[in-house]
């Protein structure tokens, strides 16, 4: 955990040139390093960047504030909960929601695209017992 108060993910320019990839006469080595592609020596990704680390920047900022208002111990807490909670099985045969880990995370109060399309196109299992022998192997 980062000690940050930043809201927004911090951009990180990834470039990559001729000089990372150079041989000995300063010209691309393809057989070491592959085919080069555009998508690697262009500028750009910094919006992808900082989409891709959002929400752990988010919950950085918030454990850093807990543990300036209530201490140290706080978000120690919390990450054990969140640990032990996501250990947690989930019953065979149900479809899989964690909604201990939601409610630590504080996204029991948000609507994802995830509360509506679980994987459920087919169905619930029409027999949880079957389901039960299978995870148990009987």
Do not use: C
Request: aromatic share 6%; no cysteine.
């Amino acid at each position: 955990m980062e000690p940050s108060y930043r809201i927004v993910p911090p951009s990180q320019i990834k470039t990559a040139s001729i000089n990372d990839t150079a041989g000995s006469l300063g010209l691309h080595d393809t057989l070491q390093y592959g085919i080069r592609s555009i998508a690697t020596e262009i500028r750009g990704g910094q919006f992808e960047n900082r989409i891709a680390k959002w929400e752990e920047t988010q919950d950085n900022a918030r454990l850093h504030m807990l543990a300036n208002l209530y201490g140290p111990s706080a978000p120690m807490r919390l990450l054990m909960e969140r640990q032990i909670v996501s250990a947690s099985p989930h019953m065979p045969g149900m479809p899989q929601s964690n909604i201990h880990l939601d409610i630590l995370m504080g996204r029991d109060e948000t609507l994802d695209p995830t509360d509506f399309f679980l994987g459920l196109e087919s169905g619930p299992p029409l027999s949880i017992h079957n389901e039960m022998e299978k995870k148990l192997r009987l």
